[in-house]
């Protein structure tokens, strides 16, 4: 039988999504686990954005209508008021958590589930 097909939903997100983002060292230079209450928010984008991809293609997702900028409100505010008006700190502090349980909760009811 299948491997795949004996492991769950969830575990085949968290699978995808630690094959895909590289995770932060603590201070004695230890790999920080990724597991399912990972907050994705310090995720190279570049990983980011592949394992979005990924993950959209092989769980039948659509991602499209997310409203990224509540969880990434800085790089969502018009540059004009990052210039002139808003503190990054500020903006920051209005974001949600982007966690990788999300996904595994949206890939098991086959839409997203946030917002």
């Known amino acids: 039988m299948d491997i795949l097909l004996m492991k769950s939903i969830q575990d085949q997100v968290l699978d ?43 769980f039948n997702v659509d991602l499209s209508g997310v409203n990224w900028s509540c969880y990434f409100p800085w790089e969502n505010t018009p540059l004009i008021k990052r210039w002139f008006k808003v503190k990054r700190e500020d903006v920051e502090r209005t974001r949600k958590p982007l966690t990788v349980e999300m996904f595994a909760e949206s890939a098991e009811a086959g839409k997203w589930l946030y917002d």
């Open 16 to 58: 995808l999504f630690k094959e895909e983002i590289s995770t932060c060292l603590d201070r004695n230079w230890k790999e920080i686990p990724l597991e399912f209450g990972y907050d994705l928010f310090n995720a190279p984008g570049d990983d980011l954005h592949e394992v979005l991809d990924k993950f959209e293609k092989k």
